[in-house]
């Protein structure tokens, strides 16, 4: 179990022993992803509403649906889902002492074990930022999840500061490697390789892994920051180049801007084989990164109306979208209503 599910089971612990106010509760509650394990035995031993959130992909088992963790492209054909029933069994395997750790804490506050992550999501709602036109056709989808889109609102980001007198106002390649998984710095001399030479200005924001000033200086002379207003550069970007995390990829989508995928690890590998099959952009796996393969996908992807046109028709629809909206209306309605929330039952 990780750090902030050890710190939920000592929180549902303080619930139990001292009365508090139910919104204190609710408020931790409301922050529980799926990700995070320890929510709903926090949330059955204190007798709340519980609602799973998926800030990420969704990772409901299904033997058509490749796991998320990997870059498998979908087929319904029977090898395919041969080799996707093994991955879920790797993937159980590999969850088996996690979930030890939460069946010993389910037996002493007398819930019953849960036999697989699967058991852990919520059964009055469960909501994900992912749109349906972002996930694969699936026939066993639960009756309570709720595809809702992009949980994005500009109006509450913090600003972030950029020399935009830099820019050359020429066509933009915005590189980003996200928050977490930024700090291999050869990663982003590969992209500026890549980059090198083309008829473009390449922006690479290095989300917090090194401060500018420590970074070598890179071919092509493109623009470094630390950190970059990400929905300004998109809206004027020609093409992204991302590790592929689900927030990065949903928010080039609404500026019609494909992109070229180099996923590191968690969904990414899943949310890139996505693009690529919307054919909104490409994919290159981190363990094959090396400039001349970048430069051969970006040259491709840069070049050809195809992909942009691809990403301006998702434009459209996750424009016409309020994710955030139709989320806080599933999480509302189990909270007056006390019961599951079905798609065909959810106020709209």
């Known amino acids: 179990m990780d750090e902030k599910g050890i710190q939920g089971i000592n929180f549902a612990r303080m619930c139990s022993r001292e009365p508090m106010e139910s919104a204190t509760c609710h408020e931790y509650f409301s922050k529980a ?28 088992p299904e033997s058509g649906i490749p796991p998320v963790f990997t870059r498998w492209p979908y087929s319904r054909s029977y090898p395919a889902k041969i080799r996707n029933t093994l991955g879920y069994l790797l993937q159980r395997r590999l969850a088996r002492n996690w979930l030890a750790t939460l069946n010993r804490q389910r037996h002493e506050w007398h819930l019953p074990p849960c036999r697989s992550p699967a058991d852990l999501i919520s059964r009055w709602g469960h909501v994900a930022q992912q749109p349906l036109f972002f996930d694969y056709p699936r026939e066993q989808l639960p009756s309570q999840f709720h595809y809702t889109g992009p949980w994005h609102d500009r109006r509450v980001r913090p600003p972030v500061l950029l020399p935009f007198e830099k820019l050359d106002g020429g066509p933009l390649i915005y590189a980003s490697m996200g928050t977490l998984q930024n700090q291999i710095q050869q990663v982003f001399r590969e992209i500026a390789r890549a980059c090198d030479g083309l008829d473009a200005q390449l922006v690479i924001s290095l989300g917090g892994g090194a401060k500018p000033g420590l970074v070598a200086p890179l071919p092509g002379n493109p623009l470094v920051v630390g950190y970059a207003p990400q929905l ?50 490409e994919l290159l796996p981190i363990k094959r990164l090396r400039a001349d393969r970048l430069r051969t996908l970006v040259k491709k992807v840069f070049g050809q109306e195809r992909y942009r046109l691809q990403a301006r028709r998702f434009m459209v629809e996750i424009q016409n979208t309020d994710g955030v909206g139709k989320a806080t209306d599933v999480i509302e309605q189990v909270l007056r209503e006390q019961r599951p929330v079905f798609r065909a039952t959810a106020v709209s």
Request: charged share 15%.
């Open 33 to 60: 992803d799926e990700v995070e394990p320890a929510g709903r035995i926090i949330a059955e031993h204190l007798r709340l509403p519980y609602v799973t959130l998926s800030n990420a992909l969704a990772v409901y």
């Open 232 to 281: 300004e550069l998109l809206a004027r970007a020609a093409l992204t180049i991302t590790h592929a995390g689900l927030n990065t990829v949903l928010e080039s989508l609404p500026y019609g801007v494909p992109m070229v995928a180099i996923p590191v690890g968690n969904d990414q590998p899943g949310v890139a084989a996505r693009v690529k099959r919307l054919g909104a952009g």
